[in-house]
């Protein structure tokens, strides 16, 4: 629970509960009233539409029925009784049977089968093999003397499909079994009825005792699919022969529990063990209640919103002067001390504003000058920082401005990549100190003019190690250290002091080495004449993947193909201009080595 509810939502709260707590009731009462009254309507309307459908299959039947009997009676007469094998293909029994399946168009194929199975058919369509299937089970029951009402079929594909069912009856003279007469009927009149109920939102289809769709007005459903998830068919299916009237409306779900709700009810088709079922979704069943529903929520919200109107203004005449108060805690909270109570009130709570205004003003005067003194300090900071890299570049005559250079290539390269400015600034101190070890290395080293003996290369070596010494004891400088100690390693291991390899050399000392081997190439030194830029940048791009960073050195030479670098060239002259190529018979230890030039000794030598 939170420690203080604003006094604004306690009055809000109180009125709005006043007011739509009437409402809420009178609502629900008028909606219990209306859906009871348009559930019987609707039963009403199922009812009748399932009753009447029924009774249009059942009369369909029994005429069908009819024709059988007549179809026989007529085979008996033109046959004298005997459709044997000699007899049944007789043109005047062709002719009976061609006529019988011309005379409706629900008539897609009639056939006669003699005693033997031997027989003729006409029709409009061929069977194939389910239908078949249906004629020998049909064949077998008219052997019995029974008539058979086969299940419902699709024959044909695409726009030619037709939904079919097979009704047959036996043939009898005298008692004795003659053959059997089948019909194939196509039930798109019972489709037809199906679309015309379902132009009124109702879902009509039709069902075997087994709870197999037999027809339904949309391709939603399949012939012959299990529709017994749905509870109203199930509900059908175990009545059986139970199943003889019509079942009141009830409402069910269809897609479980959390599916969409339906109010739906089912006639049976007796002579066929049929059900017809109507269901209709009970939001549009209740759409009328949902409408009244609305227009009474409508008038209930106009009357809260102009209630929370009223206490809205008579509450903030109490609250907004509490709210600036609490505002300008917050901002000064945040770190804005600018802020000031503007409040004109002859109450405690004017009094209180006054009081908070000193506050405001003494607290932002005691930041100033907090924020002056921490100027200060950094300022120091940066400028004995700047201090000790120039004490380091003012032993070498020729490295003059190096530190400052180096710093400003890498944090140019830094932002070339994106990094955050925290980064930068660890970038700009790292790189600023890069050299700092140097002022531990003996002069007779340092600015030795020519190539260094092993013996004093391994005394080089040790700047990065003796710099990164010197800096960890001062714990603000811990994240710079990595620049300092390791921006003479090579992503191919054979850098120092630790030998590391690719990821394994952080981001931070990449970026210096590449800065530092940019100006050292650019720049005169004793053992090395300045190059030109772009012979530089070349070199450098010739040590991508073996000691340099890739990404580095192409954000480097982006930033140089923009003219944000400029090399004005030193009028000093250099002790020596000569460009010498390594000797591999004698890989004695040179200036390239050296950390000023940062470049491996394979390449070239300064």
């Known amino acids: 629970m939170p420690a203080r509810i604003p006094i604004l939502y306690v009055i809000l709260s109180v009125l709005v509960l006043v007011s739509v707590v009437p409402m809420y009731f009178y609502s629900a009462q008028v909606e219990s009233i209306n859906r009871e009254r348009l559930i019987t309507n609707e039963r009403l309307l199922q009812n009748t539409v399932t009753r009447s459908l029924a009774d249009d299959i059942s009369q369909h039947q029994e005429s069908l029925r009819m024709m059988l009997a007549n179809l026989s009676s007529a085979l008996q007469v033109a046959s004298g009784g005997d459709i044997t094998s000699a007899h049944v293909e007789a043109p005047e029994l062709r002719a009976l049977l061609e006529n019988f399946v011309s005379s409706s168009e629900d008539l897609a194929y009639a056939t006669l089968l003699n005693a033997d199975g031997k027989g003729i058919s006409a029709g409009r369509i061929a069977p194939d093999a389910f239908l078949q299937r249906e004629l020998e089970r049909a064949y077998a029951a008219a052997r019995d003397g029974r008539v058979y009402n ?8 695409g726009k030619s499909s037709r939904t079919v069912m097979l009704v047959s009856a036996p043939v009898m003279y005298g008692g004795r079994f003659l053959g059997m007469i089948g019909s194939v009927v196509d039930l798109q009149f019972l ?24 027809a339904a007005a949309t391709h939603d459903y399949a012939t012959g699919q299990d529709m017994t998830n749905l509870e109203i068919v199930k509900n059908f299916v175990e009545q059986g022969s139970k199943a003889q009237l019509v079942v009141p409306t009830r409402e069910f779900s269809v897609g479980g529990k959390n599916g969409v709700k339906m109010l739906g009810t089912y006639s049976p088709v007796t002579n066929l063990d049929w059900a017809v079922v109507v269901q209709k979704p009970r939001d549009d069943a209740y759409r009328g209640v949902y409408e009244m529903q609305r227009t009474a929520r409508l008038l209930a919200l106009l009357a809260v919103l102009f209630s929370v109107a009223i206490s809205f203004y008579a509450a903030r005449r109490i609250t907004n002067p509490l709210e600036v108060l609490t505002d300008s805690s917050r901002a000064i909270a945040r770190g804005d001390f600018s802020q000031r109570v503007k409040l004109k009130s002859r109450t405690e709570i004017g009094e209180l504003a006054a009081t908070f205004n000193t506050m ?21 900071f940066m400028g004995s920082i700047q201090m000790l890299a120039g004490a380091v570049d003012e032993k070498d005559p020729y490295t003059r401005g190096h530190s400052d250079r180096v710093t400003r290539y890498s944090m140019m390269i830094a932002r070339e990549l994106g990094q955050t400015e925290d980064f930068i600034e660890i970038v700009r101190i790292s790189a600023q100190l890069h050299d700092v070890g140097k002022i531990g290395i003996e002069d007779r080293i340092l600015k030795k003019p020519g190539a260094l003996t092993p013996e004093e290369f391994d005394v080089m070596k040790t700047h990065t190690t003796k710099g990164a010494n010197i800096l960890r004891p001062v714990a603000q400088l811990k994240d710079m250290i990595p620049g300092i ?46 190059h030109d830029p772009q012979a530089a940048l070349k070199m450098i791009h010739s040590l991508v993947g073996k000691r340099l960073d890739p990404d580095a050195v192409a954000a480097l030479t982006a930033i140089y193909g923009r003219g944000e670098i400029r090399i004005q060239r030193p009028s000093v002259p250099v002790l020596t201009a000569e460009i010498a190529l390594p000797t591999p018979a004698k890989p004695e230890a040179s200036r390239e080595q050296a950390p000023d030039t940062a470049v491996a000794v394979e390449t070239t030598r300064f």
Not at 150 to 157: A, D, E, N
């Open 360 to 380: 405001s003003e003494e607290l932002e005067q005691f930041v100033l000058d907090l924020k002056r003194a921490a100027n200060e300090n950094r300022e120091l």
């Open 191 to 214: 489709i037809r009825r199906l679309q015309e109920v379902s132009r009124g939102e109702l879902t009509p289809y039709v069902v075997d005792s087994q709870g197999r769709l037999v």
């Open 150 to 157: 086969g299940q419902t079929l699709v024959v044909g594909s």
């Open 485 to 530: 100690e390791l921006h003479h390693e090579s992503l191919d291991g054979r850098g120092y002091p630790r030998g590391l390899k690719g990821e394994e050399i952080p981001l931070l000392p990449r970026i210096i080495a590449v800065a530092d081997t940019f100006d050292a190439l650019t720049t005169n030194r004793p053992y090395q004449n300045a």
